[in-house]
């Protein structure tokens, strides 16, 4: 009878043990979700990419003479806004996937301004 009385203690304790360890794992799970849907919600590595070729391009422009002074200038002029425009939508500390889109296509809009300056035939010789 003794040895039961053990075995039923040793039951209640892992009874308890078991149900702490599932709501300490649970309450890690919630953190670590929700931690990253907050970093989501900041990720900004396709703009940051897009944003450091766009302006390599518009360097090598320069470099080669595919570029005026003037061209170069309207193109970080509109560089400066998009990256403006990027500042202001994450200052709630969020980008929205329509505030995502939108700095997309202004990117793709620059993008493709760019590629009509450089090939214009204007050039600094």
Do not use: C, P, W
């Not at 907050?38 to 570029?67: M, V």
């Not at 969020?94 to 620059?110: D, F, V, Y």
């Amino acid at each position: 009878m003794n040895g039961t009385k053990k075995n039923n203690m040793f039951s209640e304790k892992e009874k308890v043990v078991n149900r702490f360890m599932k709501s300490s794992l649970t309450g890690i799970l919630v953190l670590l979700l929700g931690s990253g849907a907050a970093f989501a919600g900041t990720n900004d590595s396709k703009i940051k990419t897009h944003e450091y070729a766009q302006n390599k391009r518009i360097t090598q422009g320069i470099e080669s003479g595919q570029l005026t002074k003037k061209e170069a200038g309207a193109l970080n002029a509109e560089q400066s806004k998009i990256k403006n425009d990027e500042k202001n939508m994450k200052s709630d500390g969020t980008l929205t996937g329509k505030e995502r889109a939108k700095i997309s296509r202004e990117q793709h809009r620059a993008s493709n301004d760019i590629q009509k300056l450089k090939h214009n035939n204007k050039t600094l010789n």
